[in-house]
């Protein structure tokens, strides 16, 4: 196996193809774990980050195995080689490794990274899902090399598993919650006209988008106010045209009486349909606008076929409230023989 590693923007370009081939192969996909995602961000947030794209081929040129990674210069504190992306927008990451070539890439990367790793580096692998093979692949690799390996659980993305019928859907679900989501749709169906308007072409597209930004700023929860900053809604409006070329991104907006009084971003990727993020009206709290909005969101995704509905990072109650179970994320954190504690930030 060959290991080279790329340190030039060029190479997300140079990959592109190879990257969305190898990543079909995995166990477990995500549109966190494509080119279109991980470009976009380095354009937007690479600031004085240095790119450390891993690829493994075989002997005959093919690309089996690609760790997406930058290299990122704390203060009084080692450097981090991590995933490229962050915690607060981007909820998956991982190595992506050809099944058929698992070992052999494993070990290839594994003994690669030791040679990057240093008293003054440490190797972060965050919001690994719990389907990744990354851990097994190389934590032991990395371990035989002669760092020290911790393995954690650190957050949860709760996920429904979806019947064929959003009959069977509801008969999944607690009777006390199928009569609460009952009542709160038909009581916002009684109150008010209900519409939702899905963005079907670029105008549409940027109009949702802008009314989505909107809506975040006038949330009365703090943590959406402040989480929507001017770079941020200068990557997510960047991301959501480069996903919107490939199907990868839906914009749905609920209309009460002709006000828009919630809007729901969902990433419809494979077999999932993920909410990313979500915001609603404070005037019209009362007609339970992000329980009217999910509903329609899971029925659809149950329409179309898809087979889980994921609400990504967060263990709000209400994602259980939809039927939703935990599946863990995992942070593997390496080190040079110094004990290892703590969690990526």
């Known amino acids: 196996m060959d290991v080279e590693t790329l340190t030039d923007a060029s190479a997300f370009r140079r990959l592109w193809v190879e990257w969305l081939q190898l990543l079909t192969q995995l166990p ?6 494509t080119p279109q995602w ?28 690609l760790a997406p990674l930058m290299l990122s210069h704390g203060i009084d504190v080692p450097a981090r080689l991590q995933f490229i992306g962050d915690v607060e927008l981007c909820d998956y990451f991982d190595v992506l490794i050809d099944p058929a070539y698992e070992q052999q890439v494993g070990e290839a990367l594994a003994s690669a990274l030791v040679l990057q790793t240093s ?50 859907y509801l008969e999944m679900l607690r009777g006390k919650d199928r009569h609460e989501m009952r009542r709160k ?20 597209l940027d109009e949702v988008l802008e009314t989505f930004f909107t809506l975040h700023r006038m949330s009365q929860q703090s943590d959406k106010r402040h989480f929507m900053t001017a770079d941020k809604v200068a990557f997510l409006r960047d991301l959501t045209h480069q996903l919107w070329a490939s199907g990868w991104v839906e914009l749905t907006a609920l209309q009460a009486d002709g006000v828009t009084i919630a809007a729901l971003c969902c990433f419809p990727y494979e077999q999932t349909y993920a909410a990313y ?49 935990d599946r863990p994320l995992l942070q593997l954190l390496a080190r040079t023989a110094c004990p290892v504690s703590g969690s990526c930030p």
């Open 119 to 168: 008293d003054e580096v440490e190797l972060c692998l965050t919001n690994l899902s719990s389907h990744s093979r990354t851990p097994a692949l190389l934590g032991q690799s990395l371990e035989d090399n002669g760092l020290s390996v911790a393995l954690a659980e650190i957050e949860t993305c709760p996920t429904i598993v979806l019947p064929d019928t959003w009959d069977a």
């Open 277 to 325: 993020n979500a915001c609603y009206h404070p005037d019209y709290r009362h007609l339970s606008a992000g329980i009217v909005l999910f509903a329609n969101r899971i029925q659809h995704a149950i329409a179309h076929g898809f087979t889980h509905f994921d609400f990504l990072r967060g263990n709000e109650p209400y994602k259980y409230r939809f039927g939703a179970s």
């Open 28 to 33: 477990f996909q995500s549109v966190f774990l």
């Open 38 to 65: 991980q470009e976009t961000w380095w354009r937007h947030f690479a600031r004085e980050r240095q790119l450390h794209l891993l690829t493994v081929r075989s002997e005959d040129g093919v690309l089996r195995g």
């Open 185 to 204: 749709i038909r009581r916002a169906e009684t109150a008010a006209h209900l519409e939702y308007t899905i963005a079907s072409d670029a105008a549409t």
